[in-house]
């Protein structure tokens, strides 16, 4: 029983009127807020401002003696696979330094596996009658694109607490040969916050599939962005599918998108070294090499895993009190009223609240009508489609404090309008 169903239809009428008022006035103060995406905050970029500055005209060589200025080396300099293999828990030799962003190295091997032969296919994925994507929701939705842009067809995965629903994932891939792959972000989800148990990663990496070019995209986006002391542990995914003997079952992705410089950071790519040696065929016939120089420009300015610790460290002081506000707000506006439930990340970007059935697209919509920009509702499901409508995305990290407190007060109040106009439609009032 909800508070909104204790009440009787007089009780009910009066607690709308007060609502649609609150809300004009909201309204009337023309507000122009945008929590739509997960970007840093001008803050959180100046903490970067030096890689501006950290190479002169004489710092061009890598520790290999490449001249980072011309071309070639396609998986990237040495010093910077030194530097961020630790992201991943791998050797540097797994690894592949791409552009800036790893969405695009997603977006490639996708298409690479569409249009060539991966390791352990018989043919490329695009002459297949059907190619089938697992996908855990909600999710992030930039994943769903690549399927829905190449004619990839998705299947929804419910969560667990833990991760993805496994029995459901194992009884689908056992069956059917046309599942190639699952999209995870398995530590602080998009949007969930779900950090995967060991038991998930090791299910997934042992599981049998149908398909011999089954493959795991391993969105591992998250991995150093800890909103406490005490950071969630993630299995190696790698060392899994290894020691449960398909050591290609796996391309874990990362970049420093969110440490650096979204715009000009480094992405990176590993996997087993049959894996990498394919890609980087592959690569090469697209590109001469990346911006060394950038992943020189890298290299100099964090040094080591010391140093991107310490940068994080100061990430987490921007960004903590941005949750810490957001969920303030919901518990204080909506904690006793059983409208809406809601994750308490320990790292990542997002926040995800599960308004009552039916309510998130109207809740989105009344938002947007009085000034607040949030993700689309649906946009966490494949095909843009929430079976329940009831999940909405919260992105606190780019605003600043008052901002954000003026999103979230509207955005509450926008909850509780929708849901009493929810009830009053099914008493027919």
């Not at 996908?135 to 667990?160: K, V, W």
């Not at 089954?214 to 969630?232: G, M, Q």
Request: with cysteine.
């Amino acid at each position: 029983m909800t508070e909104l169903k204790k009440m009787n239809n007089t009780e009910l009428q009066k607690y709308h009127s007060s609502l649609s008022r609150s809300y004009e006035e909201m309204q009337a103060q023309k507000l122009k807020l945008d929590m739509s995406r997960g970007k840093p905050c001008t803050q959180q970029l100046d903490l970067s401002a030096d890689l501006m500055n950290c190479l002169n005209k004489a710092d061009y060589i890598a520790v290999n003696g490449a001249d980072c200025r011309n071309y070639g080396g396609v998986d990237g300099i040495p010093d910077a696979k030194k530097l961020l293999a630790w992201f991943l828990e791998v050797r540097p030799e797994e690894v592949i330094i791409g552009g800036n962003s790893s969405l695009t190295m997603m977006y490639d091997l996708i298409t690479k596996a569409m249009l060539h032969k991966i390791p352990g296919s018989e043919t490329p994925w695009s002459k297949l009658p059907q190619v089938k994507f697992l996908c855990p929701s909600p999710g992030y939705d930039r994943h769903f694109a690549i399927c829905e842009n190449l004619g990839i067809e998705m299947i929804t995965i419910n969560y667990q607490a833990d991760g993805p629903d496994m029995d459901e994932v194992e009884k689908l891939v056992a069956t059917d040969s046309a599942i190639k792959g699952i999209w995870c972000v398995p530590k602080y989800s998009n949007p969930t916050g779900i950090t995967y148990s060991d038991i998930v990663v090791k299910r997934l990496a042992a599981m049998y599939t149908k398909a011999p070019d089954f493959r795991i995209i391993w969105d591992n986006a998250y991995t150093v962005h800890h909103l406490t002391d005490s950071p969630d542990p993630l299995l190696n995914i790698l060392e899994a599918c290894r020691q449960a003997g398909n050591p290609d079952r796996v391309f874990e992705f990362c970049s420093t998108s969110k440490i650096s410089f979204p715009g000009a950071g480094l992405a990176m790519l590993a996997s087993s070294e049959n894996n990498v040696n394919w890609l980087k065929r592959q690569i090469s016939v697209q590109t001469i090499g990346p911006d060394k120089l950038n992943q020189l420009r890298h290299v100099r300015f964090f040094k080591d895993q010391a140093g991107i610790e310490s940068h994080m460290r100061q990430h987490a002081a921007i960004i903590k009190p941005k949750f810490d506000l957001v969920l303030e707000i919901l518990e204080s506006k909506l904690g006793d009223k059983n409208l809406a439930s809601w994750s308490k990340p320990q790292g990542g970007y997002f926040i995800s609240l599960d308004t009552l059935p039916g309510c998130a697209q109207k809740i989105v919509a009344k938002a947007a009508a009085a000034g607040i920009i949030l993700t689309p509702a649906g946009a966490t499901f494949p095909y843009g489609k929430d079976p329940e409508d009831k999940n909405i995305r919260i992105s606190p990290t780019f605003p600043p404090l008052s901002e954000l407190q003026q999103a979230m007060e509207l955005f509450t109040l926008c909850v509780e309008l929708v849901s009493v106009e929810q009830e009053l439609t099914k008493r027919g009032l």
